[in-house]
């Protein structure tokens, strides 16, 4: 038996109001305050906000509850229970995996941790072309200083692992700057497994965070329930309809209706506009669903002298930003440059190849190094990113066509990070591209790069980023939300996810959307109350809250 | 834009329009009822595995079998996972794959799964790696990745690439 105490556990000892799944049979109707789509990181941030502004709140979860207890860091088990379509979401044309978790605490459950300030010039260029004024970096600054100490997000001071520091040693030998990175940890024993669950409850997700303070001041959470359609009359929304669900997502109960005063749409960047479009909701300048976008993530992998056990130690702790920085943000596609995890299954799944290829790298598996590229789209017109569909049963589906444009970038990738992993003293490196070879110098490597056809399907591309597809934007000609959140034609409704970023960011989107969600949370909050409400200030028991 | 529109209908309807055309109803399902692969499934899903794993696989033949049968017991757990709609895809494929016309005309290969030998299931699924026709691509990484991450997830794997397994919380 683990020694880490669950806070969940105990949470639900005391008495939580959680419902769905094995917690209980769903209500046959609710009414509350506010009702909220999602329990990820726009949701999370929003319900401890209002719930600390003393509002009735809901959460709807399509996912389980599952806590540290449940976390076992096995691949067997957290791709297929936390992530979304069972880790098997694809772009429409099935060339890109994308990672999304589908758990409460959505993909802050099962993020590597990084958490990066939006950077500047991204912030600049929604304030210039989108006139997103509240989000410029010094009036941004103030909201990321107070999510920064609610999830206890500073600098990583633990040594890099061996994997981490093959960036940093071959970025420096070329003369490229390779910063630690900042990351939501409180008490890390290092393990690694970010992405299968954090089983110490070190990570500060919205599983351990948020969705307990609000849970402890008396909000319902509803799990395995989908957020099916909104009701429209008018101009407002007057009911949600929910689908019980089981955990593969299909029907476990009749559907039930919640009414609320305010609605919050947080599902994520590909679910929050498809609740959107399944609910017929006024798109009169054809934008919701459209720019969707995904940072499409390009890998290289390495054998190096030294043993590099990728699958230990903080997956991220140091990136460079040198490919973004030194050139212009709308020209030829910037990329981010990070590290990956090394766990069997991923790797060797997304590292391609079967037989004698695989017989080869098993063999050096222990040794294999992993950099990968985030491509920086929604910068440039050949990078308008995807749109967002809905297929026969409902389900939504992104189309997102991968161009010559992005293959350029990809390349590019390639080419950088097999040049740092030759600088840090490879023995040999492969790209993630069906057609490559181990090269067994940068010459060799380059020469073969350039000459390598890059297309759809045998370059290796995938993403673990989905942002955009409901745009804030300052008139309604160009976004689905205004800036505050609240949407343009419809009254009560207003969405607080990554959804909401007119452009992708080019960097991992986690602290953005904390960031956003916290500015447009406490303006709703006031709105709705009059209350001023803080995230890094006590919350008061609900019972306090209502009688003053 | 015609190749587009009809690889974003997914793999099973875009599959369904290139071969099978109004005769999908005569084919049998490649998921049973239970969501379990259905017997030739199975075998597709073993030949797969034969053909990606070569060289990883136990050399004594019990112990391949009974490795081989611990994989496709995982697949059917992994596949049961999967929403309903991901499910009915596959389901398609699987059916498509298993039927002599569509296993010839979307892998090529003549003899059936269960005959097939490893070099000819390699072979075709090389081809349909490198394939111009994002439906043969399609194709391809629905069976390889599918299996690889079943494979590699398993503890029985990790010896093969040198993987401690997770560390232990006292």
Known sequence: ?548 | MKRRSLLKLGIASGVVLAVAGGSLALLKPGLLADGKLSPAARQLMRAVALAVFDGLLPAEAAAREARLAAHLDQLDANIAGFPPHLRGELSQLLSLLTSSGGRLALTGLTSDWAAASVADVQASLQAMSLSSLGLNQQIYHALRDLSSLVFFSNAASWQLVGYPGPREIP
């Open chain 1, 1 to 548: 038996m683990s020694s880490i105490v669950d806070p969940i556990k105990e949470g639900l000892a005391r008495g939580w109001k959680v419902l769905g799944g094995k917690h209980g049979p769903l209500p046959t109707s609710l009414d509350c305050d506010v009702v909220i789509v999602g329990s990820g990181a726009g949701a999370g941030i929003t319900a401890e906000l209002l719930a600390k502004a003393g509002l009735k709140i809901a959460i709807v979860e399509e996912g389980p509850l599952k806590s540290s207890s449940d976390f076992r860091q096995l691949e067997a088990d957290a791709y297929a229970q936390l992530y979304q379509e069972g880790g098997g979401r694809k772009t429409a044309d099935q060339a890109m995996p994308v990672l999304q978790g589908r758990c409460v605490g959505g993909s802050t459950t099962v993020n590597w941790a990084g958490a990066f300030r939006t950077p500047e010039e991204t912030l600049n260029y929604w304030v210039d072309i989108y006139g997103l004024k509240e989000c410029g970096a010094e009036a941004m600054k103030p909201w990321f200083e107070q999510v920064e100490a609610r999830l206890n997000i500073s600098e990583w001071l633990t040594d890099p692992n061996a994997n981490n520091s093959v960036l940093r040693r071959g970025a420096l030998k070329l003369g490229i700057k390779a910063p630690t990175i900042h990351r939501n940890v409180k008490g890390c024993w290092n393990l690694g497994s970010c992405g299968l669950g954090c089983p110490t409850n070190a990570k500060q997700s919205m599983l351990v965070t948020t969705i307990p303070t609000a849970l402890d001041l008396g909000a319902t959470l509803m799990v395995q329930t989908r957020a099916d359609k909104l009701e429209l009359k008018g101009n407002q929304i007057s009911g949600l309809l929910c689908q019980p669900v089981h955990a593969d997502g299909s029907h476990a109960g009749p559907a039930f209706r919640i009414t609320a005063k305010h609605y919050v749409v947080a599902g994520g960047a590909i679910n929050s506009p498809a609740l959107m479009m399944r609910s017929g909701l006024p798109n009169p300048n054809d934008l919701l669903g459209r720019r969707t976008f995904l940072h499409p993530t390009v890998a290289s992998s390495a054998v190096m002298p030294e043993p590099v056990q990728g699958w230990a130690g903080a997956p991220l702790a140091v990136f460079s930003d040198h490919f973004l920085r030194t050139q212009p943000i709308d020209g030829a596609i910037g990329y981010k440059l990070e590290t990956a995890p090394v766990h069997p299954g991923f790797a060797m799944t997304n590292l391609g190849g079967m037989g004698r290829t695989l017989v080869d790298k098993a063999k050096t598996f222990p040794h294999t190094s992993i950099l990968i590229g985030l491509l920086r789209d929604g910068f440039h017109p050949e990078a308008g990113g995807g749109v967002v569909e809905l297929k026969s049963d409902g389900s939504p589906v992104l189309d997102y066509p991968i161009n010559g444009y992005l293959l350029d970038g990809a390349r590019r990738a390639h080419l950088s990070m097999v040049e740092i992993q030759f600088a840090a003293g490879a023995k040999s490196v492969r790209p993630a591209h069906e057609q490559a070879q181990d090269y067994q110098s940068w010459h060799q490597a380059r020469e073969a790069i350039l000459a390598l056809p890059y297309e759809p399907y045998i370059t290796t591309i995938g993403s673990a980023h989905v942002m955009g597809g409901c745009a804030m934007a300052a008139t309604p000609a160009q976004g689905v939300v205004q800036p505050d959140g609240q949407h343009w034609q419809v009254a009560n409704l207003s969405v607080h996810d990554g959804s909401v970023f007119p452009t992708s960011i080019g960097a991992n989107p986690q602290l953005t959307v904390y960031a956003q969600a916290a500015r447009m949370a406490t303006g709703l909050a006031k709105r709705l109350t009059e209350r001023d409400v803080r995230l890094d200030s006590p919350a008061v028991p609900a019972s306090a809250a209502s009688a003053a």
